[in-house]
């Protein structure tokens, strides 16, 4: 069985600062790993996964991510916030059985305030 | 192409009462999940379905129960409502080959059982 642990549940930055939400997992197999956000009253969207290939992985608006074998870390991070960022951010966790079922972290706040 | 659409988007039930939420997704996804969302706890998987005529159990499947009579639907049932299914649902749908283990998610369900 998989889990992940999300250490923060908040996280107030100011805009145009620098930000990093940690990500821990657990697993006796590979999985893949993914970070998703959920903006105030919506559905979760996907910002960025790792399958496989490079450790470091990008989204389309700035974030990043960086899969950590030794220390079982995928912590997403951004250089530079907007306040549109503000939303809350899962870590995720699926092993490799084929039906993709996901184990989701607990989920940091990122309130982003001018 | 709507998505993952939910009907409905609330519901107050009183305890003991019964009601079926509905999940429709039109990407002719195979596999369909439904979680529930609760402050401090994530998202946690209830049931899933990887085809039509086919569920299994997740995480937290007491309570519940799901039918996927057709590819394109996945129904969460709840025959005796209790105060502890006081939640957010979210239902969800993968299996794009080209975009493997990306889960679409719906809008989400508020039920509230007093």
């Known amino acids: ?114 | 192409n709507a998505g993952v659409t939910q009907t409905p988007k609330f519901r107050v039930l009183k305890t003991g009462q019964s009601m079926t939420l509905l999940c429709a997704q039109d990407m002719n996804h195979e596999y369909m999940y439904w979680y529930r969302q609760d402050p401090g706890m994530g998202l946690r998987l209830i049931h899933y379905s990887v085809g039509e005529g086919t569920t299994a159990k997740g995480e937290v499947p007491d309570g519940y129960n799901v039918s996927r009579l057709k590819k394109q639907n996945f129904l969460l049932g709840l025959e005796s409502a209790a105060p502890s299914q006081t939640s957010v649902y979210f239902c969800a749908s993968s299996y794009d080959p080209g975009r493997p283990y990306e889960q679409y998610f719906g809008p989400g369900t508020r039920l509230t059982v007093t």
């Open chain 1, 1 to 114: 069985a998989q889990s992940v642990t999300q250490l923060d549940s908040q996280v107030p930055v100011f805009e145009e600062a620098p930000v990093e939400l940690r990500c821990n997992y657990s697993s006796s197999v590979s999985v893949y790993l993914f970070w998703y956000v959920q903006y105030p009253n919506q559905g979760l969207q996907l910002l960025l996964k790792y399958l496989s290939g490079s450790t470091l992985v990008e989204s389309i608006n700035g974030f990043e991510a960086e899969f950590n074998k030794s220390q079982t870390s995928f912590h997403l991070r951004k250089p530079s916030v907007h306040i549109s960022d503000t939303a809350e951010y899962f870590c995720a966790v699926s092993d490799l059985t084929g039906f993709q079922k996901l184990v989701f972290g607990t989920g940091t706040r990122l309130l982003v305030s001018p």
